[in-house]
């Protein structure tokens, strides 16, 4: 079955302050939104690529698509994320579909094609690391009112996958039902769709403060410097 992939890259980085968080270089001349495309790209699984892009981030994600030589498309993002997954979704080509964050700018290619190949017909992919930290549930008041057994519950991460027919449908009935989710595999509980989980990364994670741009940096360039040590003997 061919397979499309979505990247969102729609969000107004309220929470990094304003900017726009993709546009900023990771390393010298090599954007977030960038990375992401690569990682998407560059595994070859997929048919097409499609990135919902805010207006300030549209030029630049056509750039990186033609840098890359990318079949693809850079079509609106929206207010929601759910708005750009939408958008997206309506240029996508294939049977399946993975969307994608541009904020999570280190996915595998392994972790891509696990994803892949656990869709099935009426069943969406997440993959999910599990929490490390200590979990307390609090109301509104900031006081604790319980702890959260860490072994019930799982982080979700992107790429999350779905047959694209049915992600169009479900969000079509979201639309006129007036419902928003933070993510993808949100929207298929809601409607009572099967939602399988596979393993998800560390290395994996959403930039989403300022500082999690200076730990990409820093895994970036010791990346760099792990390579030459192994290039160098």
């Given at each position: 079955m061919s397979t499309g992939v979505l990247i969102v890259a729609?969000?107004?980085?309220?929470?990094?302050?304003?900017?726009?968080?993709l546009l900023l270089d990771i390393s010298p001349g090599i954007s977030?939104?960038?990375?992401?495309?690569?990682?998407?790209?560059n595994t070859g699984i997929f048919s097409n690529l499609v990135v919902a892009a805010s207006e300030d981030g549209a030029p630049k994600a056509r750039s990186i698509l033609a840098k890359l030589g990318v079949r693809g498309e850079v079509v609106p993002g929206g207010d929601e994320r759910s708005d750009s997954v939408r958008n997206g979704l309506a240029a996508c080509k294939g049977e399946k579909v993975l969307?994608?964050?541009?904020?999570?700018?280190?996915?595998?290619?392994?972790?891509?094609?696990?994803?892949?190949?656990a869709i099935s017909t009426d069943v969406g992919v997440v993959p999910v690391v599990l929490p490390t930290d200590t979990l307390y549930r609090t109301d509104n008041d900031d006081s604790v009112t319980g702890a959260i057994v860490r072994g019930t519950v799982a982080c979700a991460q992107t790429p999350q996958g779905f047959p694209l027919e049915m992600l169009v449908e479900l969000h079509r009935r979201a639309i006129e039902e007036e419902l928003t989710f933070t993510d993808d595999g949100?929207?298929?509980?809601?409607?009572?769709?099967?939602?399988?989980?596979?393993?998800?990364e560390r290395r994996n994670f959403k930039i989403t403060y300022p500082a999690d741009l200076e730990v990409a940096r820093i895994m970036t360039i010791k990346a760099g410097i792990m390579g030459?040590?192994?290039?160098?003997g």
């Open positions: 729609g969000g107004a980085s309220r929470r990094f302050g304003g900017r726009n968080k977030v939104l960038e990375y992401s495309v690569r990682a998407a790209w969307v994608h964050d541009a904020a999570r700018p280190f996915a595998s290619s392994q972790l891509f094609s696990r994803v892949c190949d949100s929207l298929l509980l809601h409607y009572g769709k099967a939602l399988v989980t596979v393993q998800g030459a040590m192994k290039a160098g």
